[in-house]
């Protein structure tokens, strides 16, 4: 599993499809609408909105088996049979809904000789996967040209990420698989699976829990001082955020798995876990740097109970990592009240500073081990979690760690001081994780 963009992702050259299931007219009952879709949604219909996974078919499957299969995986999971929709009486408002759908049709996008395949991907999912798009879901597939030499289908699944996280990408390629072998074997498509629950139900659910520890408003209250009324920004300049910039997207392969391995056991032997190591690395970089501490917005889940491990939807909320001290003890510390502040409701602590406030430079950092994950690596190859080509004036990084080692995605601003300054952090982050592995102790 890797980390790509659209804008730079490796596609095969061939005929690209599209397939969505088709959304009758009728709105059913309405539903819950989470704090982060919200958010999310409340920003309007808009391209770059998504969120996707791309990968190599190991087995061949013909076109109406993958609708087939692609049908059934919809069924199963409630939040891609729901739309949103604004509230055009008074007060307006968003609006969710159950819909009811059938089977769809598969659309063929011309992709120009001088074109790349990945930018009539893009042009697909902006317009086919944001936010009230009936459905917001997509199903991609690439028939290699004849003189390709690996012959093999290229499959990638797009969705907003209203609906997803990157955890439900991997649930629905896994469901996808156990359904195409389902039709294979003549059996109702799903069969072998387990029942998933509906993100509809965990919304509710979180709605239904008692207010928060009487420490954690006031905790919020004081992160948000700390950054003058809004989320943390990153600590050093990034050029005019006006008009908003273009985006660099960098990766970079910080580990390979042996060194990868090296840094767990570290890690192990100091009572900590790889991400506390990680993070004494970025708040040492980032006193060194810029003589603060660490202060990032840090991304947790929700799928606590072990029944929405299977399921599809939008289990992650932001919490705000403050790391004063770079002892590694120190940042697991930070990692659990990171956690604590993203395990309660944010609605009614975050409603007196309005959705999350955002600042330009908003600074995100997120660590996610793929070895977790049920990745089907033996029926796909060449898996990459694809982001969408945007603007932005702030910066984010995923760490992303998986059976080939320690990688980072760094999104920033395409300006001459972000440049130099985000590229001279992440220069300083990549060789102090790199010296760890070499000197085995901790910062």
């Avoid at 009728?26 to 999310?40: A, F, N, T």
């Avoid at 078919?57 to 939040?79: C, F, I, K, M, Q």
């Amino acid at each position: 599993m890797r980390l790509t963009n659209v804008a730079q992702m490796d596609l095969v050259s061939g005929r690209l499809f599209s397939y969505a299931v088709e959304v009758t007219p009728e709105q059913g009952r309405e539903l819950p609408i989470s704090y982060d879709q919200r958010r999310h949604v409340g920003e309007g219909q808009r391209p770059g909105s998504w969120m996707a996974l791309a990968l190599r078919l190991v087995e061949p499957a013909s076109a109406d088996e993958l609708a087939a299969a692609w049908d059934a995986v919809v069924e199963r999971h409630g939040t891609l049979r729901t739309v949103f929709s604004e509230d055009e009486t008074a007060g307006g408002g968003l609006r969710l809904h159950e819909v009811q759908v059938c089977p769809g049709e598969w659309t063929e996008h011309e992709v120009a000789a001088d074109q790349h395949t990945r930018d009539v991907l893009r042009e697909v999912f902006d317009e086919g996967c944001a936010p009230f798009a009936r459905p917001s879901h997509r199903l991609v597939r690439i028939e290699p040209h004849p003189d390709e030499p690996d012959q093999r289908l290229e499959l990638v699944i797009g969705s907003d990420h209203s609906h997803v996280d990157m955890w439900s990408l991997v649930i629905l390629l896994r469901d996808l698989l156990f359904c195409l072998d389902d039709l294979r074997a003549g059996r109702t498509p799903g069969t072998a699976l387990q029942p998933a629950r509906s993100f509809a139900e965990h919304t509710a659910q979180l709605e239904r829990m008692p207010p928060a520890p009487p420490e954690i408003a006031p905790r919020w209250a004081a992160i948000l001082k700390a950054g003058g009324g809004t989320m943390p920004a990153f600590p050093l300049p990034l050029g005019a955020s006006r008009p908003v910039p273009g985006e660099v997207v960098e990766v970079r392969d910080v580990l390979d798995a042996a060194e990868t391995a090296r840094l767990a056991a570290i890690a192990e032997s100091h009572g900590v876990r790889m991400i506390g190591l990680g993070l004494s690395v970025l708040a040492a970089v980032t006193e060194q740097c810029a003589a603060q501490p660490l202060r990032a917005v840090f991304p947790v889940h929700s799928r606590h109970e072990e029944g929405w491990r299977d399921a599809c939807g939008w289990f992650i909320t932001n919490a705000v990592i403050e790391v004063a001290d770079s002892d590694p003890r120190a940042c697991m510390a930070a990692v659990g009240e990171a956690t604590s502040l993203g395990s309660w409701p944010l609605a009614p602590i975050l409603a007196p500073y309005g959705p999350m406030p955002p600042a330009p430079g908003l600074f995100a950092i997120s660590w996610l081990d793929t070895r977790r994950l049920p990745v089907p690596e033996d029926r796909a190859t060449q898996l990459r979690y694809v982001s969408a080509k945007i603007r932005t004036d702030g910066v984010m990084i995923w760490f992303l760690v998986n059976a080939s080692g320690l990688h980072l995605r760094c999104r920033y601003p395409d300006t001459p001081e972000a440049r130099a300054n985000v590229g001279q952090w992440l220069d300083l982050v990549q060789h102090g994780i790199r010296a760890l592995t070499a000197e085995g102790v901790t910062t």
